[in-house]
């Protein structure tokens, strides 16, 4: 039984098989969301990406600081 014209619309609205069954697997995919594994939780980089910071800055200003020894006055 096909629900759907020659351009790809529903013809049947809210009583589509299809309809259902994408809704159907929607649901399955949010109420299994936990079996995929624990998501990251973004604060445990925090202190990497603070010493990350820290590190280019610290190059950043090394580089500056050579720069105005080689060519300032």
């Not at 202190?47 to 190059?59: D, G, P, Q, R, S």
């Amino acid at each position: 039984m096909n629900c759907c014209n020659a351009n790809g619309h529903c013809t049947q609205g809210r009583d589509c098989p299809i309809r259902k069954q994408r809704a159907q697997e929607a649901n399955d995919a949010y109420i299994n969301r936990g079996s995929w594994g624990k998501v990251a939780d973004p604060y445990d980089d925090v202190a990497e990406t603070f010493k990350a910071l820290l590190a280019v800055i610290a190059v950043t200003a090394t580089v500056t600081l050579l720069a105005y020894m080689v060519w300032g006055k």
